[in-house]
Nanobody, 124 residues
């Protein structure tokens, strides 16, 4: 079992930055690939970014490439999402998730554990 707790969300103006954190407890963090997903009101949940167990492989959805950076610190059992140049369309509830798999996948159904989410609101 893995418990995931997100933090770092908030209200920011367009063009601003936020850094989300996801702290994991339970089984060995380094066994899991990690992902960030988001869900806006009335929309389906979507993949934002993912990172492999070692951190060597990352993946991003096209709309955040060049603006968001995912990273992890296995010594601290934490994964991060640095979000720069935020846009109103980035407004959503952001979730982190853990996948007991080798690679990085964009499929939410592949992930085994989920956090409760942290709200990000970007004003125009």
């Amino acid at each position: 079992q893995v418990q995931l707790v997100e933090s770092g969300g908030g209200l920011v103006q367009a063009g601003g930055s936020l850094r989300l954190s996801c702290a994991a407890s339970g089984r060995t963090f380094s066994l899991y690939a990690m992902g960030w997903f988001r869900q806006a009101p009335g929309k389906e949940r979507e993949f934002v970014a993912g990172i492999s167990r070692s951190g060597e492989i990352t993946s991003y959805t096209d709309s955040v490439k060049g603006r968001f950076t995912i990273s992890r610190d296995n010594a601290k059992n934490t994964v991060y999402l640095q979000m720069n140049s935020l846009k109103p369309e980035d407004t959503a509830l952001y979730y982190c998730a853990a996948d007991l798999g080798r690679g990085v996948t964009r499929l939410g159904a592949t992930y085994d554990y989920w956090g409760q989410g942290t709200q990000v609101t970007v004003s125009s």
